[in-house]
T-cell receptor, first 115, second 120 residues
Framework: DAGVIQSPRHEVTEMGQEVTLRCKPI?????LFWYRQTMMRGLELLIYFNNNVPIDDSGMPEDRFSAKMPNASFSTLKIQPSEPRDSAVYFCASRRRVATNEKLFFGSGTQLSVL | AQKITQTQPGMFVQEKEAVTLDCTYDTSDPSYGLFWYKQPSSGEMIFLIY??????QNATEGRYSLNFQKARKSANLVISASQLGDSAMYFCAMRETSKTYGGSQGNLIFGKGTKLSVKP
Protein backbone atom coordinates (compact mmCIF):
# COMPACT_ATOMS: atom_id res chain seq x y z
CA ASP A 1 0.00 0.00 0.00
CA ALA A 2 1.33 3.44 -0.93
CA GLY A 3 0.16 5.12 2.25
CA VAL A 4 -1.31 8.60 2.49
CA ILE A 5 0.26 10.81 -0.16
CA GLN A 6 0.57 14.56 0.27
CA SER A 7 1.87 17.19 -2.10
CA PRO A 8 3.77 19.35 -2.22
CA ARG A 9 6.29 18.34 0.41
CA HIS A 10 7.40 21.95 0.86
CA GLU A 11 5.71 25.18 -0.15
CA VAL A 12 7.15 28.66 0.14
CA THR A 13 4.90 31.52 -0.83
CA GLU A 14 4.39 35.19 -0.27
CA MET A 15 1.72 36.71 1.89
CA GLY A 16 -1.52 37.17 0.00
CA GLN A 17 -0.97 34.30 -2.41
CA GLU A 18 -3.27 31.32 -2.73
CA VAL A 19 -1.94 28.00 -1.48
CA THR A 20 -3.39 24.58 -2.32
CA LEU A 21 -2.35 21.46 -0.46
CA ARG A 22 -3.27 18.05 -1.83
CA CYS A 23 -3.90 14.67 -0.28
CA LYS A 24 -4.58 11.16 -1.54
CA PRO A 25 -5.82 8.89 1.26
CA ILE A 26 -5.21 5.17 1.46
CA UNK A 27 -7.49 3.27 -0.87
CA UNK A 28 -10.49 1.88 0.97
CA UNK A 29 -10.31 4.33 3.85
CA UNK A 30 -13.52 6.22 4.36
CA UNK A 31 -12.38 9.00 6.70
CA LEU A 32 -9.94 11.82 6.03
CA PHE A 33 -8.52 14.37 8.43
CA TRP A 34 -6.53 17.57 7.93
CA TYR A 35 -4.28 18.56 10.86
CA ARG A 36 -1.98 21.52 11.38
CA GLN A 37 1.16 21.30 13.52
CA THR A 38 2.93 24.28 15.06
CA MET A 39 5.35 24.57 17.93
CA MET A 40 2.97 26.72 19.92
CA ARG A 41 -0.27 24.83 19.43
CA GLY A 42 0.87 21.31 18.63
CA LEU A 43 -1.35 19.15 16.42
CA GLU A 44 -4.76 20.67 15.75
CA LEU A 45 -7.59 19.18 13.74
CA LEU A 46 -8.75 21.51 10.99
CA ILE A 47 -11.46 19.48 9.29
CA TYR A 48 -12.69 15.92 9.02
CA PHE A 49 -14.49 14.12 6.17
CA ASN A 50 -16.41 10.88 6.34
CA ASN A 51 -17.38 9.29 3.03
CA ASN A 52 -16.32 12.51 1.29
CA VAL A 53 -18.71 14.62 3.38
CA PRO A 54 -17.31 17.28 5.73
CA ILE A 55 -18.40 16.32 9.24
CA ASP A 56 -16.53 18.70 11.51
CA ASP A 57 -14.85 21.90 10.30
CA SER A 58 -14.86 23.67 13.64
CA GLY A 59 -11.06 23.72 13.60
CA MET A 60 -10.78 25.71 10.40
CA PRO A 61 -9.26 28.99 11.55
CA GLU A 62 -11.26 31.37 9.41
CA ASP A 63 -12.86 31.89 6.05
CA ARG A 64 -9.49 32.02 4.37
CA PHE A 65 -9.29 28.25 4.79
CA SER A 66 -11.39 25.88 2.74
CA ALA A 67 -11.26 22.13 2.14
CA LYS A 68 -12.86 19.86 -0.41
CA MET A 69 -13.08 16.16 -1.02
CA PRO A 70 -14.58 15.67 -4.48
CA ASN A 71 -14.10 11.91 -4.39
CA ALA A 72 -12.82 9.14 -2.15
CA SER A 73 -9.27 9.39 -3.41
CA PHE A 74 -8.53 13.10 -3.31
CA SER A 75 -8.79 16.10 -1.01
CA THR A 76 -7.51 19.66 -1.08
CA LEU A 77 -6.91 22.28 1.57
CA LYS A 78 -6.82 25.81 0.24
CA ILE A 79 -5.67 29.00 1.93
CA GLN A 80 -6.61 32.25 0.23
CA PRO A 81 -5.11 34.71 0.95
CA SER A 82 -2.23 33.22 2.89
CA GLU A 83 -0.67 34.99 5.88
CA PRO A 84 2.66 34.48 7.70
CA ARG A 85 0.81 33.02 10.71
CA ASP A 86 -0.36 30.16 8.47
CA SER A 87 3.21 28.87 8.37
CA ALA A 88 3.08 25.34 9.77
CA VAL A 89 3.23 21.68 8.82
CA TYR A 90 -0.08 20.47 7.43
CA PHE A 91 -0.83 16.78 7.74
CA CYS A 92 -3.44 14.72 6.03
CA ALA A 93 -4.50 11.45 7.67
CA SER A 94 -6.93 8.72 6.76
CA ARG A 95 -8.76 6.04 8.67
CA ARG A 96 -10.31 2.82 7.50
CA ARG A 97 -13.51 3.05 9.49
CA VAL A 98 -15.21 4.85 12.36
CA ALA A 99 -14.24 2.99 15.53
CA THR A 100 -12.62 3.83 18.85
CA ASN A 101 -9.61 1.63 18.20
CA GLU A 102 -9.04 2.61 14.61
CA LYS A 103 -5.68 4.32 14.15
CA LEU A 104 -4.94 7.20 11.83
CA PHE A 105 -2.45 6.82 9.00
CA PHE A 106 -0.62 10.08 8.36
CA GLY A 107 0.96 11.46 5.24
CA SER A 108 4.44 12.95 5.28
CA GLY A 109 3.05 16.46 5.70
CA THR A 110 3.45 19.71 3.80
CA GLN A 111 5.81 22.27 5.28
CA LEU A 112 4.25 25.64 4.46
CA SER A 113 6.20 28.87 4.80
CA VAL A 114 4.41 32.14 4.13
CA LEU A 115 6.82 35.07 3.83
CA ALA B 1 -8.54 21.95 30.55
CA GLN B 2 -6.09 19.88 28.59
CA LYS B 3 -7.32 16.48 27.63
CA ILE B 4 -3.86 15.01 27.15
CA THR B 5 -0.88 16.11 29.23
CA GLN B 6 2.70 15.17 28.52
CA THR B 7 4.77 16.79 31.25
CA GLN B 8 8.21 16.00 29.86
CA PRO B 9 9.16 18.38 27.04
CA GLY B 10 12.47 16.57 26.62
CA MET B 11 14.11 13.39 27.84
CA PHE B 12 17.54 11.82 27.50
CA VAL B 13 18.27 8.11 27.72
CA GLN B 14 21.41 6.08 27.27
CA GLU B 15 21.43 3.62 24.40
CA LYS B 16 20.24 0.13 25.42
CA GLU B 17 18.48 1.42 28.54
CA ALA B 18 14.73 1.58 29.07
CA VAL B 19 12.82 4.85 29.19
CA THR B 20 9.32 5.83 30.25
CA LEU B 21 7.43 8.69 28.62
CA ASP B 22 4.57 10.04 30.69
CA CYS B 23 1.03 10.71 29.54
CA THR B 24 -2.02 11.60 31.60
CA TYR B 25 -5.47 12.18 30.20
CA ASP B 26 -8.77 13.64 31.24
CA THR B 27 -12.11 12.15 30.29
CA SER B 28 -15.43 11.30 31.84
CA ASP B 29 -16.19 8.79 29.10
CA PRO B 30 -15.89 5.21 30.46
CA SER B 31 -14.88 4.00 27.01
CA TYR B 32 -11.94 5.46 25.16
CA GLY B 33 -8.79 4.59 23.29
CA LEU B 34 -5.23 5.74 23.84
CA PHE B 35 -2.59 5.93 21.11
CA TRP B 36 1.10 6.68 20.91
CA TYR B 37 2.74 8.07 17.80
CA LYS B 38 6.40 8.69 16.98
CA GLN B 39 7.56 11.63 14.88
CA PRO B 40 11.21 11.41 13.80
CA SER B 41 13.07 14.42 12.46
CA SER B 42 11.89 13.52 8.97
CA GLY B 43 8.43 14.59 10.09
CA GLU B 44 6.13 11.66 9.45
CA MET B 45 3.79 10.42 12.16
CA ILE B 46 4.24 6.73 12.92
CA PHE B 47 1.72 4.74 14.94
CA LEU B 48 3.32 2.77 17.76
CA ILE B 49 0.75 1.26 20.10
CA TYR B 50 -2.90 1.30 21.15
CA UNK B 51 -4.64 0.69 24.49
CA UNK B 52 -8.39 0.42 24.92
CA UNK B 53 -9.92 1.51 28.19
CA UNK B 54 -11.50 -1.91 28.71
CA UNK B 55 -8.45 -3.91 27.73
CA UNK B 56 -7.53 -6.23 30.58
CA GLN B 57 -3.84 -6.30 29.81
CA ASN B 58 -1.31 -3.60 29.05
CA ALA B 59 -0.60 -3.32 25.35
CA THR B 60 2.75 -4.41 23.99
CA GLU B 61 4.30 -4.08 20.53
CA GLY B 62 7.86 -5.31 20.29
CA ARG B 63 10.05 -2.98 22.37
CA TYR B 64 7.08 -0.74 23.14
CA SER B 65 4.74 -1.33 26.03
CA LEU B 66 2.09 0.76 27.63
CA ASN B 67 1.88 1.13 31.40
CA PHE B 68 -1.85 1.74 31.69
CA GLN B 69 -3.13 2.85 35.09
CA LYS B 70 -6.80 3.55 34.60
CA ALA B 71 -7.53 4.87 38.08
CA ARG B 72 -4.72 7.38 37.74
CA LYS B 73 -5.68 8.16 34.15
CA SER B 74 -2.18 7.58 32.96
CA ALA B 75 -0.88 5.76 29.90
CA ASN B 76 2.88 5.86 29.96
CA LEU B 77 4.92 4.54 27.07
CA VAL B 78 7.85 2.32 27.95
CA ILE B 79 10.58 1.79 25.40
CA SER B 80 12.94 -1.04 26.28
CA ALA B 81 16.52 -1.33 25.06
CA SER B 82 16.62 2.14 23.51
CA GLN B 83 18.25 2.53 20.12
CA LEU B 84 19.68 5.61 18.44
CA GLY B 85 16.81 5.45 15.97
CA ASP B 86 14.35 5.99 18.80
CA SER B 87 15.38 9.65 18.99
CA ALA B 88 12.21 11.48 18.01
CA MET B 89 9.13 13.32 19.26
CA TYR B 90 6.55 11.08 20.89
CA PHE B 91 2.88 12.00 21.05
CA CYS B 92 0.15 10.55 23.22
CA ALA B 93 -3.40 10.80 21.87
CA MET B 94 -6.92 9.89 22.97
CA ARG B 95 -10.22 9.15 21.28
CA GLU B 96 -13.41 9.12 23.37
CA THR B 97 -15.99 6.55 22.31
CA SER B 98 -18.93 8.83 23.12
CA LYS B 99 -17.62 11.16 20.44
CA THR B 100 -16.63 8.42 18.01
CA TYR B 101 -20.03 8.23 16.43
CA GLY B 102 -21.08 11.78 17.11
CA GLY B 103 -20.24 15.05 15.46
CA SER B 104 -16.54 14.86 16.04
CA GLN B 105 -16.47 11.29 14.72
CA GLY B 106 -13.77 10.33 17.12
CA ASN B 107 -11.13 12.92 16.46
CA LEU B 108 -7.78 12.06 17.99
CA ILE B 109 -6.75 14.64 20.58
CA PHE B 110 -2.97 14.91 20.86
CA GLY B 111 -0.68 15.96 23.67
CA LYS B 112 2.15 18.44 23.07
CA GLY B 113 4.73 15.69 22.83
CA THR B 114 8.00 14.64 24.43
CA LYS B 115 11.30 14.90 22.62
CA LEU B 116 13.40 11.83 23.31
CA SER B 117 17.12 11.87 22.67
CA VAL B 118 19.07 8.61 22.82
CA LYS B 119 22.73 9.00 23.69
CA PRO B 120 25.35 6.55 22.36
Amino acid sequence: DAGVIQSPRHEVTEMGQEVTLRCKPISGHNSLFWYRQTMMRGLELLIYFNNNVPIDDSGMPEDRFSAKMPNASFSTLKIQPSEPRDSAVYFCASRRRVATNEKLFFGSGTQLSVL
Amino acid sequence: AQKITQTQPGMFVQEKEAVTLDCTYDTSDPSYGLFWYKQPSSGEMIFLIYQGSYDQQNATEGRYSLNFQKARKSANLVISASQLGDSAMYFCAMRETSKTYGGSQGNLIFGKGTKLSVKP
